[in-house]
């Protein structure tokens, strides 16, 4: 079976300086919030283009706690609208409803599969507040005229990053285009941890210390606590794991854009619909390569047969999902299309030259 994901293959490319790192931080005696900590998020904020990096639990608490800190600086309220791309995960949704606001579903483009940005300003209200962009797959919504839109309205832009690290528009790097960003180190995520991780960027001085102490308790000194805050903080070790791999995250991009280059030149069967650059994108970073099939749960059914592990992101809209059922009566009718069509195949950098030949020649065949 080729498995979608081989997270062993792909982590043991690292396991020597891994285990080096490991030791660094057991030897330190300092486990939470010390140098390995302070050390990232300095290089990341380097990589992505912000001034300031600050390393959280998750991709999830990052964007909760992005918009927890605009309620306490009072630049949003309770019940403020968020647009936020209807074709997304959960997680996005999330972060606005358990902040009390409130989300604004915009259907995505069909061919990049993010947010239209030509449906944004229908949307627009008195009581919108922000844009929540969602860069889904790998690569980049379209920033460029999000930004136009919201400076136009004066709302904030936050970015959610989870799934395009080190992906580039306008010359920029995802993270970098908005008011503050979220990433998730999820270990699928192209740069990944060994456990759950995130981070919040933004070159907004008070958006960061705010920040800084909602992840810990509210606290900026020990014992005073400022906010009603999270214990969200990313700890030494998944720190120290991401120095080590974010020194090879371009490496590990430019490998996975050689195999999509690969499915998108020789994938040749009229069933399937292949993904797309925007044109406004200077590059994919693939952490997904998802197909569109009519016929899409025969299609897994048949490459499951011929040992080709599949998933599907997502088959289930959030607007959809029981735990949002305020919103099921809504018509979505391009997000439906997509969640009822979408398939991804394996593309990490660990695949074989001929596992990629074998999975081109199979879906080809089918």
């Not at 300003?121 to 860069?135: F, G, M």
């Not at 030494?236 to 020194?247: C, D, G, I, P, R």
Request: include cysteine.
């Amino acid at each position: 079976m080729i498995s979608f994901l081989d997270l062993k293959s792909i982590n043991r490319l690292y396991e020597s300086s891994l285990k080096k790192s490991f030791q660094e931080v057991l030897d330190s005696g300092w486990y939470i919030m010390g140098e390995k900590l302070q050390e990232f998020e300095k290089e990341f904020a380097s990589f992505v283009g912000t001034k300031y990096c600050i390393g959280v639990g998750s991709g999830l608490d990052a964007l909760k706690i992005i918009f927890k800190a605009y309620k306490e600086l009072s630049l949003l309220k309770d019940f403020d609208q968020v647009l936020v791309p209807a074709n997304t995960y959960i997680a996005s949704i999330i972060s606005i409803v358990e902040n009390n606001l409130t989300p604004i579903f915009i259907e995505p483009e069909f061919d990049s599969y993010n947010i239209d940005p030509n449906k944004i300003e229908d949307k627009i209200t008195n009581k919108t507040k922000a844009i929540l962009a969602v860069h889904l797959y790998g690569q980049c919504a379209n920033m460029k005229k999000i930004n136009t839109i919201a400076k136009k309205y004066n709302l904030l832009v936050i970015e959610d990053v989870a799934q395009a690290h080190g992906a580039l528009h306008d010359n920029k790097l995802a993270g970098s285009l908005s008011n503050a960003s979220a990433f998730s180190f999820y270990p699928g995520k192209n740069l990944g941890a060994l456990g759950d991780g995130g981070a919040v960027c933004s070159s907004d001085e008070s958006l960061k210390e705010t920040i800084l102490a909602l992840r810990n308790y509210g606290s900026k000194k020990k014992y005073e606590n400022i906010y009603i805050g999270y214990n969200s903080r990313l700890d030494e070790l998944q720190a120290a794991f991401l120095l080590v791999k974010l020194k090879k995250l371009k490496e590990i991009n430019q490998k996975r854009d050689d195999i999509a280059k690969r499915y998108l030149n020789s994938i040749k069967n009229p069933k399937i619909t292949l993904p797309k650059i925007a044109s406004f994108n200077d590059n994919h970073v693939w952490h997904l390569f998802v197909i569109r099939s009519k016929d899409r749960d025969n299609l897994q059914k048949y490459l499951s047969k011929n040992k080709i592990q599949t998933q599907i992101h997502y088959p289930i809209a959030p607007h959809k999902q029981k735990a949002l059922k305020k919103y099921n009566s809504l018509d979505l009718p391009l997000t439906k299309k997509l969640h009822d069509e979408v398939l991804s195949l394996p593309l990490h950098e660990c695949l074989k030259d001929s596992e990629v030949e074998y999975i081109i020649k199979t879906v080809n065949g089918f």
